[in-house]
């Protein structure tokens, strides 16, 4: 089984022209922006296109969690809200299927009990956890020199914890509110610098800088000189200071049922419509709100726009005035996000194991995700899809052979969310200068239209908790918006 290719068409393949008049539009933000303060902007609602002609009080782009979040806390506000989802489905970045009798996430899967968002929102709908057969591993295996090296946990831990310890050392002076990453205002050279520089720096023994090289690839999922330092250290604050904290906070428990469970209990509880399958290509502003034109030319009016597509496809939509320089250029380079995952079903079983490799192997990390009574799931990552093709099923089994010679791979399964022209990449982690000079500029609502999504979170940016985080924060912000 491989990646789902039969994807809808992109925006950017209608051939229309992307490029504007910067300047004229520019004007015309300012325009809007001072119209959008006046009191009398509500008497000229725009025409609607809900069934009764009344229109939207918000358009809501994109079905992730952000967005179903936003959607959710505002049509339950009594707010008229319609969902655009270019994809046939919602979950954005997060996808259940069934693979080997499991509901497998093939996106975003574990989350964390320091994470307040979604943690909450589990236990509102009643979602169970279940954890990964990791946590209770008998066998960890790591990389000295090139050799396989295998060990219990405790043993690597003597090696790795320290390392990791001393790369994430800065992070509590410098990040010490984790929810507000730009308090401290002072980073020195923490942004400028990437990861790989950093731990270049601390001069550990090769076998303690390459687990940290792997460690610092499998968080930005890309090779670790992408990612800037600071971004990475932003990590620790959040898992509250603590290396195994933040580790149960990034692997240990996953949503029963899948991710698929949750945001479909989100989702039904939320009295927004839903368009699945409609792509949008264009927003443009007027004093009362704005349309929003569909890939297929449908024009639909709202007072408020929340725009909750991924960093990576926001310039791939069409602002009449332009936003900002700043969203498309940061929207341009891309998150580091770009690297694989890919669960294969092994025939028999092996020790349950943790994989702790080094960034240039295909996989940097691989592990057994479920122990089944007479086979496993294993589960690895990988910093590029240039060091491994995850649909072709010999690569993966040799893949996870560097970790386990004798496994016998019988099947594997990915979803390559690189070439999915509606997420462009994986989770957001930023390249160096990105979060000091950029993301409070990415969340800058735009006249009517407000930014939501993982990639532009304070707390768990690039997780799901952050997604939920940013589309609530915007609809208390949508709220106010449309109250005035
Ligand atoms: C392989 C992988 C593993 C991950 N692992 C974890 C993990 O273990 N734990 C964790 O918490 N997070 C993880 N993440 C990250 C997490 O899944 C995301 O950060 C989060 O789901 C993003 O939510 P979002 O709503 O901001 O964006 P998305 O989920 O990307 O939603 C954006 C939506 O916008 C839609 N869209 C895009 N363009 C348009 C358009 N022009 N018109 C209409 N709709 C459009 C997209 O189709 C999509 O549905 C992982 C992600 C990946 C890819």
Redesign the pocket.
Known sequence: MSGNRDLPPH?DDQGRPLDHNRRRLLQAVGAIVSAAAAPSLHASIPAGNTADGGGYDAIV?????????AARDLSLRGFRVLI????P??????FTTRFANHDL???????GNS?PF?WSERMRYGVDVVESAAVAASQAIWMDDGERITGSLAQYAEIYEPAANHFYAPAREFIPRAYQPLFKEEFGNLDQISAADAIANLGLPAVQRDLLYSFAAING?SFASESSYLDQLRWFALGNYHLWNLWDN??RYRLAGG?KALIDRMAADSNAEVRLG????HVKQSAAGATVT??RGEELQARAVVV???LN?LA??EFSPAISEVKLSESRRRHT?S???VYAKTAGKQPVFMGHGTQQMPLCFAWTEYDDPDSQLLCG?GASPELLDVNDDRAVASAFARYQPSVTVEESVS?D?NI????K????MYRPGTLTGSLTELQRPEGHVFF????I?NG????????IE??ATVAQQVTQHIAI
């Open positions: 925006p782009i994109g079905g992730g969690f952000a967005g179903i979040t655009l989802e270019a994809r489905r919602l979950g954005g970045r997060t996430d093939l996106g975003g899967t574990w989350i994470q979604v999922h990034l692997s991710t409609t792509p949008v290509a569909t890939l909750a597509v991924p496809c791939d939509i996000g690297g694989t995952k990552f979803y969310w999915d022209p509606y997420s990449g994986t989770w957001c939501a999504g993982a990639d979170a768990w940016r690039g997780f799901i908790d952050g997604a940013s589309g």
